[in-house]
């Protein structure tokens, strides 16, 4: 009876390889003729892969393969990649527990993909057309002169982090969008410092240090996300886990020093997953990331001020606004304008100090009003304002993904991250973004042409241009580091720093003119009317007349400020403050 058992087994078995279950382990196999798709068709047949759904994805593996480059360009078939034993598979361990032979279930774990990709193949596309992907690569242990890279050594071993392994090719533009954006950017902002080390072991709540980590890298920003804004950690990549001031052999598990040289010279950019992941830990089904609603600590640590003064108390709670809530937290900044108060109230004497600062692209300061330093006694309170509703319970059909998705990744090219195109010399040349004309469609609010954006932004810089020209052209030069505030107006340091705080914030959110245009302009107004004469008495238009002409300050740029400043969005005149 043991024995019949064992030959109708072995029947069926015989009966599946005929059928073409399993395939060639040969990853050559088109050298002999044999297309890639022929070489896998006995892997897509109905009774073994052809109707396995991805675990990620949930679309057919075969669909993807069929849809990719590595079917299409004849590249990769599946035995390339899970190289599976011959004679695979062993039906009878589904049953009898009998092993089975081998394959590699997750080739771009195990280093498959190197077979064809990496440095060490000088035509491949990624290092030829595409040398962003391993282009950080340095012998000199101490330099910082070396870009970013797409796979930095945390992320080798997972092309999966931005790829489907079984479409890789599908979602290119989308891909190539993201490269051309800040986020993909492996220079500028990523090659300042070597910012995996900028982090630090101590509490959100009581650290001064660096936390560059949180946002500068990939893997930074996702244990930031994942902790509730909480670990702020340095890491070193694989193998270097402790880098003192020269190259050291470490023990396994040892921690990296914050700040400290790395052996690691490898820098991330903001990749795919540290805004995609499925809750498992997969970021190629493109589900954005669950992020809760940001609580923000913002600390400052005064330097050469009597007293000098350490603030971290200064949890800032952001609204829930979905999918939206993975920007957020690196999007508004590190500094706000109300730790000036703060200081003040600690004693700070604004006579050689530095000052908090917003760092760059900090739009939810503006948009949602929690960064501005705002003048005691002045109404800075928007009660029509609607652009924080945008994309929240499907305001004006606007849907439910948050302000900063609805707007900056509607319409096309949504991975550049811009609602709008630029021609060569900076101005709008096209509205991208589909959820403009969700409000300003000539019945809700005026439509807004190219035309009416583009003298917008120019008022807005025109503006900031007065603004720092006022700034930096009275007695002292208002900077962000060791700088007396009180030598311009006695008694008046904090509203000082104030309006320079206002004018770093704002001429790093080059946007604040269409995330909030009136909180911005009672800043800029409030900045001006301040540094001209050291009180608020709305004399601003002569505070911007009296500005010297120069290079930056033409008869033009003032003439664009005080029309941007004194008409309303709908274009109606505004008499005094805005």
């Not at 077979?115 to 290092?127: E, F, I, R, S, T």
């Not at 242990?141 to 997972?158: E, T």
Request: charged share 10%; aromatic share 8%.
């Amino acid at each position: 009876m043991r024995q019949n058992g064992l030959i109708v087994m072995l029947f069926i078995v015989a009966i599946l390889l005929q059928a073409g279950c399993g395939g060639s382990s040969d990853p050559a196999a088109s050298s002999s003729g044999v297309s890639k798709l022929a070489a896998s068709q006995s892997c897509m047949n109905q009774s073994c892969h052809g109707a396995t759904p991805s675990p990620v994805t949930g679309a057919l593996i075969v669909n993807e393969w069929l849809a990719s480059t590595h079917n299409t360009n004849n590249g990769a078939g599946c035995a390339d990649c899970h190289e599976p034993d011959a004679g695979h598979p062993n039906l009878c361990n589904k049953c009898h527990g009998g092993g089975g032979f081998g394959v590699t279930v997750n080739p771009d774990q195990a280093g498959k993909c190197g077979k064809c990709h990496g440095l060490n193949h000088p035509q491949d596309v990624m290092v030829r057309l595409s040398p962003a992907h391993f282009g950080n690569q340095t012998t000199s242990y101490l330099s910082n002169n070396y870009r970013a890279s797409y796979v930095s050594s945390n992320y080798a071993g997972n092309c999966r982090k931005c790829h489907n392994p079984h479409d890789t090719s599908t979602a290119s533009q989308v891909a190539h969008d993201w490269a051309g954006s800040g986020h993909g950017n492996v220079t500028k902002a990523r090659t300042n410092a070597d910012f995996k080390t900028r982090g630090t072991y101590q509490p959100v709540s009581t650290t001064f240090q660096y936390f560059c980590v949180r946002c500068h890298t990939t893997t930074g920003f996702v244990n930031f996300a994942k902790s509730g804004f909480q670990v702020q950690a340095p890491f070193a990549g694989p193998g270097y886990p402790v880098v003192q001031n020269a190259p050291v052999t470490v023990a396994p598990g040892a921690s990296q020093p914050a700040d400290t040289p790395s052996l690691d010279k490898t820098k991330e950019v903001t990749g795919c997953d540290a805004c995609h992941d499925d809750g498992k830990g997969n970021a190629y089904g493109y589900q954005v990331r669950k992020v809760g609603a940001a609580v923000i600590y913002y600390n400052f640590s005064s330097s050469n001020s009597s007293p000098t003064v350490k603030l971290n108390n200064k949890p800032v709670s952001y609204p829930d606004v979905g999918d939206s809530n993975v920007c957020v937290p690196c999007h508004t900044g590190r500094g706000i304008g109300s730790m000036i108060y703060d200081a003040q109230n600690a004693g700070m004497d604004f006579k050689n100090t530095n000052s908090p600062g917003a760092h760059d692209r900090a739009t939810g300061l503006t948009l949602f009003q929690k960064g501005g330093y705002e003048f005691a006694g002045l109404n800075y309170s928007n009660p029509i304002f609607q652009h924080s509703k945008v994309g929240l319970a499907n305001f004006n059909g606007t849907g439910n993904h948050g302000p900063c998705v609805a707007c900056h990744m509607t319409g096309t090219n949504t991975h550049t991250f811009s609602p709008v195109s630029f021609d060569s010399t900076g101005a709008v040349n096209a509205i991208i973004s589909t959820a403009c004309n969700w409000c300003h469609n000539g019945v809700t609010s005026p439509t807004i042409s190219i035309a009416t954006y583009n003298a917008k932004k120019t008022g807005y810089q025109s503006a900031l241009a007065i603004l720092n020209a006022l700034r930096t052209g009275k007695t002292a030069t208002l900077a962000n580091r060791n700088t007396n505030y009180e030598a311009l107006y006695a008694g008046g340091g904090a509203n000082t720093m104030g309006a320079a705080f206002n004018y770093s914030m704002l001429n790093n959110e080059t946007g604040a003119f269409a995330h909030n245009p009136l909180y911005a302009k009672r800043l800029i107004w409030d900045s001006i009317d301040w540094l001209y004469n050291g009180a608020i008495d709305n004399d601003v238009v002569a505070a911007i007349n009296s500005v010297p002409l120069s290079t930056k300050i033409t008869a033009a740029t003032k003439t664009s400020a005080i029309n941007w400043l004194t008409t309303a969005e709908d274009g109606t005149p505004i008499t005094g403050r805005p």
